[in-house]
């Protein structure tokens, strides 16, 4: 075990663009919440040799917000300057080897986010903020300019290394601009390319564009705006290339000299090995980038998932790229990586550090790219610190990132050997406790009541207890069962383990049964020692070594001591006065037995107790002892204690824990102060003694840190006393504390964790809010507590950390914080309630205030009232004197008689409506009796209320009713209808409340009184539902409106506005719906529809299922199990629209038989067909649906279900018999693809349906008269067709699928897309390797297309029908005549509407027009350019007329493959191969060709063969 401190440093801080910098020599920074952690690489690290070559060498501390930007100066002879930037808006100078600030400066008003010291110029410091603004600061000459280039946020920067005034700006929306700030920051190059933030930008390390060999491709468009002036104003950037890193995924590398783009990277996506992330996160990505000095053509970038790529820029055609580590398992990061700095060892090592999101700093070697060595990192407060008492120098520590680190610090090869647990966790660690004698076994606690069991040599979940705390878990302790049943008979743990949280249970739970409930032992407390009393909050609990005695710390500052088996109470300790802290029994090896038996308490308090209850435990009183006096008090602290540790080495020896920053070693027997350890910035909130080494102490603090410290190198020997600690104080609470108030939920939340001792609430706030990512502002990480470093918080993403901050010592300080913040806080609000209470005293005005103030007047007046008064009381009969001054002084009324009372009332009730106060002018009146005026008065005014309306029936039963209906009038003024609704039912107005709401849209509340005080069958009822139905399917609310459907009983209606919408989801709902009502019809059309939905997505599992809601809909069942057998033979073929992963049926799949075989069985087990019967019924209903005819435009999966339509009815009449359906079915699906110009599927149904041909179909229809020979004719001829493409196309190639998707838009009669068709034709005719085939053809070949050629000549002979091509010439004609006739019917149109807009010479215009358009129809004009006209188009018309009508029905009645196109096919063969057509099949194909073909388009293709 090495002896030298170490340092576990908080984690370098997040998403900053450069946070950390190295320089020559071997050192290195990093930011890290406030400050910059400095490491000492390489030999002058002193480490212990064989041990990885770094060690943390110190802090730079000043800064009082988080540090977001630290870089170095990389001149020479300034290696020890350094500069930072933080959120507190200054720029601070370092001095390394002393870490004091040089000087600093605030000049930015808004947030810096990047900063970069010039490797040109000495002393200039280039820094940017977010809202564009950047400032150039010289450090000599103490000066600065400010440039503002561009309003968007500032991403990064970084200045030239060639020019010393050429500076890279990088901004949040992906541009990047290079300024000169000798001319003021003007743009010299404006690089656009990116679309997202820009995350890094390097220049490369040679000037010139020699280095990289990139294809200047783009040198034809060389001439650019920015390249002229750039080469005359700055012939430096002429050869320099710069590379920029951008969050859209891509690496550019720009050329300065042209100002843009040469090369762009695309990141590869890696397969993560090993990684412990949940795969379900999107992983965000950071984009940073090195370009090494001695490797030009070499560019190191991280990637998503923390990975590090070394691209080749050499060969700019491809990615190539080499991972780091690509040999070892677990060496890369796990999260993305921030930054990558170059350091060069004083052995001329060359080293690359980066930083990541996984908390760790790894150091790579440029020349083997392998990890040499990892810095882990804490991002959250150290709470808890455990050895191992098995796996001796095993350290598990309890952070508030989430995440239990285990630290082997015993490993001789690794200063750092850490292991990260994080799964389960999800919340900050605040205790643990190693099993004393199973390996692996670590039990937990967090901040959110959770206790689970950790077994470090798996990587296995822990295990979680099913019993969660209600608060913070604050400590853990394995001890013996109790009591002995409490665990039930049988096998029983020897070791259980207890838990203490915040709300002050101590539970025990069984570890081979966390999933059972865990044990109060309160109840056996309350139980053994017949406790009548409340019992004290627990606040700590530790068992003696021995595991007979149990002590709990209790929130009043008593320490109670339990005996086994069944606790019985055999002392109470009334030292302490505050929360107990922590308890530690002394070990049991000392050299004095009866040390065991030191129990070593701390609280709230700064006093340490030691307790010596060797007399107690062995006397074993029958009734407990109250103990009132120490055996030793240790007193030095200055703040609360928060953990304690003995000395495994010593007797009596115990370091101390304290929010006064510091540990303190101390001798207990004589009570002396030993050593003080102020190497924290923070509070100390643990601390644990190393098993190996007497002069090693680990202690953890809210400073994110755990340091290892030795005793025998620390300077002071006890903690800061007065001005000192005062110091440490102010230090910490001088930092700015805006942003509690600006972040509501921190500074509302912080008092209900935090204790009111020692101030130190605000500091706390402020430590917690130090960091961004370390637990502060960044939202993203806080969402991914399943992840390898959730952030620190796990609260809400602002309060993150903060809440949990300012406890520091959340585990420590326990319930009593809650509940003495609750007091203090009460007694605090008490000041504050008082002058409420009173201002509210005051407000109650006087009901008679004219009154009272004149019984305050001067006291002449005063004994003029009495005289005053005693006339008027005696004297006899009126008298005007007397009434006139009572008159006067209204206010003896009092005293008087009623008629003078009155008038005083009268009075005071002017007055109060005068000062705005009718409700004590309301009160007066009800004084009077006079109610109904009151009222009257009220309503006139609008000013009646509730109680005026609720004192009227005292009036009379008819003033009440007219009070409530003013009321009413009134509340409706107000716009409160509903309570104007409540007080009309209150006179039994039902109707007219039920009105009121539904006239002013209160439809919810309006039905809610009509059922519940109207007849069920009331007709209002039903056109309450009706009104908002019909509103709510306005709206677009379709669900609830068919709940106002189905209210008013009228299921149709809400069946169909649930299907309004249109989806997969809400038609089969409506379908179940129309179900359920019996509207059977509606029922299948919605089900249909919503099978016809879920087909669009390929979600066939579904589509079945919502066929299966209606039994009428088992013919559809059919098709779409056809159709989705026949999509997923296509896909095996890969013949659909890309292969993809739909959700097929699980059927049986017979691969051996024919298609329709597999069909017909799939059919036969799904769906129960086997009778002919069967298939007949469902033939029949299947055949009352007809589709429309196919076009080209006709959508492919719109095709395939009409297809497959025809297909299933064919099945279904083969195996009924009715091979005549059967033949016309095929025939139909066949006609439906070719109409639609689909080739592929049209073969496709013939090699599923027709595997041998048509022949065997011969057979079954029997005689040659039957009415369905002209279909098998129209059948067999779409066959051959299809086979004659296919050996056509086969003849150009070795194979003829290369060609399948080669299809001509010939699927259609009319001649313009014939004429397309034979246009894709002519290519391949006249290409000459085409019409040369047989170099590129094998023998084997040969053979099988000779073969070929046979059959084709014998079955070709059905295509050349002439019948056929007399027919299709004739339909042709019509349809051209039909068209020109259009034609000239719109040039008319047009004609007609120039002549009226337009004079003289335009007017012949349009019919000249006219005729040139209608050339083409003409064969015989055309060439003349003659127009066709009216008369010879009508003769043509009827000639072709009656060249059809005189054509037999059984050649019009089903289409027939264009006999023309055949003709050129056959002769196209001819010319390529003229073996395999004989001359007799020529002659007759051009005979028909000149015979028919007399349209443009045949005649051109026929003339090209033939010239």
């Known amino acids: 075990m090495g002896q030298e401190p170490r340092t576990l440093p908080p984690s370098p801080n997040w998403y900053c663009s450069r946070c950390s910098d190295a320089v020559p020599g071997g050192l290195f920074g990093f930011a890290a919440r406030t400050s910059v952690f400095l490491v000492r690489v390489g030999p002058g690290a002193d480490t212990i040799p064989g041990t990885p070559p770094f060690r943390v060498i110190g802090e730079l501390v000043g800064h009082t917000e988080k540090v977001s930007g630290f870089t170095f100066c990389h001149h020479p002879d300034q ?6 930037s933080s959120d507190d808006g200054t720029v601070k100078i370092w001095e390394v080897e002393a870490k004091t600030v040089v000087t600093e400066h605030a000049l930015h008003q808004h947030t810096i986010s990047a900063l970069h010291w010039s490797p040109r110029v000495k002393d200039l410091i280039v820094s940017g903020d977010e809202k564009g603004v950047v400032f150039c600061y010289w450090l000599n000459r103490n000066d600065s300019q400010h440039l503002f280039i561009e309003p968007r946020t500032i991403f990064c920067l970084t200045c030239s290394p060639h020019h010393e005034d050429l500076v890279a700006i990088g901004y949040k929306d992906g541009i990047v601009v290079i300024i000169d700030i000798s001319k003021k920051g003007e743009v010299m190059h404006r690089l656009r390319g990116h679309d997202d933030e820009i995350h890094s930008i390097a220049w490369c390390p040679l000037s010139g564009e020699d280095c990289l060999s990139i294809n200047q491709e783009e040198n034809s468009e060389e001439p650019e705006i920015p390249n002229g002036k750039v080469t005359a104003q700055t012939p430096v950037t002429k050869g320099c290339y710069l590379a920029t890193g951008s969050k859209d995924q891509t690496i550019r590398i720009w050329s300065c000299s042209r100002g843009r783009g040469v090369m762009t990277l695309k990141l590869p996506f890696l397969k993560r090995r090993g990684g412990g992330v949940d795969p379900t996160v999107k992983e965000r990505l950071w984009l940073t980038l090195h370009w090494p000095k001695d490797q030009p053509t070499q560019l190191v970038s991280s990637c998503f998932g923390g990975e590090l790529l070394l691209w080749d820029l050499t060969q700019s055609w491809r990615r190539k790229y080499t991972l780091f580590s690509g040999s070892s398992e677990g060496q890369n990061h796990s999260r993305i990586v921030f930054n990558l700095c170059p350091l060069q060892t004083e052995e001329d090592k060359q080293l690359l550090l980066s930083i990541s999101m996984d908390r760790d700093v790894k150091c790579w070697d440029m020349a083997t790219l392998e990890c040499c060595w990892t810095l882990p990192s804490l991002g959250g407060f150290a709470y808890s610190l455990a050895f191992s008492p098995v796996d001796t120098g095993c350290l598990a520590i309890g952070v508030g990132d989430g995440m239990i680190r285990v630290w082997n610090t015993l490993s001789i090869k690794n200063n750092y050997d850490v292991k990260n647990f994080w799964q389960g966790v999800k919340s900050k660690v605040t205790a643990l406790c190693w099993h004393p004698t199973k390996e692996g076994c670590l039990a937990f606690g967090t901040d959110d009541g959770k206790v689970g069991l950790y077994d470090t040599y798996s990587n296995k979940p822990p295990q979680i207890s099913s019993t969660y705390h209600k608060k913070t878990v604050y400590s853990l302790a394995w001890g013996p069962p109790v009591p002995a049943m409490a665990l039930g008979e049988g096998d029983r743990p020897s070791l259980t383990l207890y838990s203490c949280g915040g709300e002050g249970i101590v539970l025990q739970h069984n570890p081979w049964k966390l999933s059972g409930e865990a044990f109060d032992i309160n109840k056996l407390i309350r139980d053994t020692n017949s406790i009548k009393y409340k019992l004290p909050v627990h606040t700590e609990i530790s068992w003696k070594a021995d595991g007979k005695i149990m002590a709990l710390g209790n929130e009043d ?6 005996k086994v088996p069944n606790l019985k109470l055999i002392c109470t300790i009334q030292q302490h006065h505050k929360l107990v802290n922590t308890i530690s029994w002394h070990h049991e090896h000392g050299s004095q037995p009866e040390l065991s038996y030191l129990m070593a308490s701390g609280s709230n308090n700064a006093v340490i107790y030691v307790h010596n209850l060797q007399t107690v435990i062995e006397s074993n009183p029958e009734s407990p002892v109250t103990i009132t006096e120490p055996y030793r008090t240790l007193s030095g602290h200055t703040a609360k204690i928060t953990s304690l540790a003995w000395s495994p080495h010593h007797d009596g020896r115990l370091v101390s824990a304290s ?7 101390w001798d207990t027997l004589q009570e ?15 601390v644990a003694w190393s098993p190996l080494d007497p002069d090693c102490i680990y202690s953890g603090a809210d400073d994110f840190c755990v340091y290892k410290w030795l005793t025998s190198m620390q300077e002071h020997s006890r903690p800061p006393q007065g001005k000192k600690s005062i110091e440490l104080e102010k230090k910490r609470l001088s930092q700015p504390k805006p942003k509690p108030k600006k972040k509501k939920k921190p500074t509302l939340r912080v008092p ?12 706390s706030v402020k430590e917690s809010l130090g960091p961004v990512e370390n637990g502060v502002s960044d939202q993203e990480t806080e969402e991914e507590a399943r992840e390898p470093e959730p952030p620190c918080g796990i609260t809400s993403a602002v309060s993150k950390e903060p809440i949990i901050c300012t406890p520091a010592a959340l585990g420590f300080e326990k319930s009593k914080s809650t509940i003495n913040n609750k007091v203090t806080l009460l007694k605090k609000d008490v000041p504050k309630e008082k002058p409420e209470a009173l201002i509210k005293k005051r407000k109650a005005r006087s009901m008679l205030p004219l009154s009272t103030s004149l019984d305050h007047r001067s006291k002449e007046e005063l004994h003029q009232d009495c005289l005053v008064l005693a006339t008027a009381k005696h004297s006899k009969g009126p008298n005007e004197d007397v009434s006139t001054d009572l008159e006067e002084r209204f206010h003896l009324g009092l005293f008087t008689d009623r008629a003078t009372l009155y008038r005083m009332i009268e009075v005071e009730g002017k007055s109060h409506l005068e000062n705005g106060h009718p409700e004590l002018f309301h009160q007066l009146m009800l004084w009077k009796g006079d109610l109904k005026g009151v009222l009257q008065a009220a309503a006139e005014r609008g000013e009646l209320t509730d109680s005026l309306v609720a004192m009227a029936p005292v009036a009379g039963y008819h003033v009440w009713v007219w009070a409530v209906e003013a009321f009413a009038k009134q509340l409706c003024f107000q716009d409160q209808y509903v309570k104007a609704a409540s007080h009309l039912l209150s006179i039994h107005k039902v109707y007219e409340a039920v009105e009121l709401l539904k006239s002013n849209h209160f439809y919810r509340e309006a039905i809610a009184i009509a059922k519940a005080r109207l007849r069920p069958e009331d007709p209002i009822i039903k056109d309450l539902y009706l009104s908002w139905g019909a509103i709510l399917e306005k709206d677009g609310h379709y669900a609830l409106a068919a709940k106002c459907y189905l209210g008013a009983t009228s299921a149709y209606d809400a069946a169909k506005v649930l299907a309004k919408k249109g989806d997969a989801a809400s038609l089969r709902t409506a379908a179940e719906l129309a179900s359920i009502v019996g509207e059977n019809e509606l029922s299948a059309s919605l089900a ?9 997505a390929r979600n066939w599992v579904g589509a079945q299922e919502a066929l299966q809601l209606h039994t009428s809909l088992k013919g559809q069942r059919l098709v779409f199990c056809l159709l989705e057998l026949l999509s997923k033979h296509l896909e095996e073929k890969q013949l659909s629209e890309g292969k993809s992963s739909f959700s097929y049926n699980a059927w049986p799949a017979d691969s051996e038989g024919s298609f329709v075989e597999r069909v017909t069985a799939v059919w036969k087990s799904t769906f129960s067909l086997d009778s002919p019967e069967q298939y007949q019924a469902a033939f029949q209903q299947l055949q009352k649906i007809k589709y429309p005819s196919a076009t080209s435009n006709t959508p492919s999966k719109q095709l395939l279900l009409h297809i497959c339509h025809d297909l299933t009815l064919a099945v279904l009449s083969q195996e009924a018999g009715s091979w005549d359906a059967a033949v016309e079915g095929l025939l139909r699906a066949v006609i439906r693809s070719y109409d639609s110009g689909n080739f592929t599927i049209m073969q496709e149904v013939h090699s599923a349906f027709l595997p041998q041909g048509c022949d065997h179909l011969r057979g079954k229809l029997g005689d040659h008269q039957s009415p369905t020979t002209p279909a098998f004719k129209s059948l067999k001829a779409f066959f051959i067709y299809g086979r004659l493409y296919e050996f056509w196309w086969s003849l150009s190639g070795p194979c003829p699928e290369s060609s399948v998707w080669v299809r001509a838009a010939h699927r259609s009669k009319t001649s313009t897309e014939q004429s397309q068709e034979v246009d894709s034709v002519s290519p391949e005719e006249t290409d000459p390797k085409a019409s040369q085939p047989e170099p590129s053809r094998t023998p084997e070949l040969d053979v099988r297309l000779i073969e070929e050629g046979e059959q084709m000549q014998n079955a070709c002979k059905e295509l050349l029908s002439e019948k056929h091509a007399d027919l299709q010439n004739a339909q ?12 000239m019917i719109r040039q008319h149109q047009k004609s ?8 003289g010479p335009d007017k012949n215009e349009p019919e000249q027009e006219g005729e040139s358009l209608s050339h083409p129809q003409n064969q015989c004009k055309e060439e003349k350019n003659e127009p066709v006209s009216l008369p010879e188009l009508t003769k043509r018309l009827t000639e072709a007329n009656e060249r059809i009508a005189k054509l037999p029905e059984s050649i019009k009645t089903w289409p027939f493959p264009d006999v023309l196109e055949c003709c050129l096919i056959l002769l196209h063969v001819g010319s390529q191969c003229p073996s395999f057509v004989t001359q007799e099949m020529q002659q007759q194909a051009q005979e028909l060709l000149q015979k028919y073909g007399n349209t443009k388009v045949y005649k051109r293709h026929y003339q090209t063969l033939y010239t």
């Not at 290696?79 to 930072?84: D, G, H, I, K, M």
């Not at 009111?756 to 500091?763: P, T």
């Not at 042709?1372 to 034609?1383: D, F, H, N, S, Y």
């Open 79 to 84: 290696y020890n300057l350094c500069a930072t």
């Open 1372 to 1383: 042709r004609t019509v349809a051209e005549v039909q068209e020109t006739l259009g034609e």
């Open 752 to 763: 209900v964790k935090q204790e009111l001792c020692d101030g130190n609430e605000e500091e």
């Open 557 to 562: 500052g008593s320490i109670e001591i339990f």
């Open 672 to 686: 002396e102060p030993l050593c003080n350890f102020r190497g924290h910035r923070g509070r100390l909130l643990c």
């Open 659 to 665: 929010y006064d920053g510091t540990a303190q070693v």
């Open 1392 to 1399: 007609q509407l120039c002549k009226s807009t337009a004079n």
């Open 1088 to 1096: 249909l529809r919503c099978a016809q939905e879920l087909l669009l």
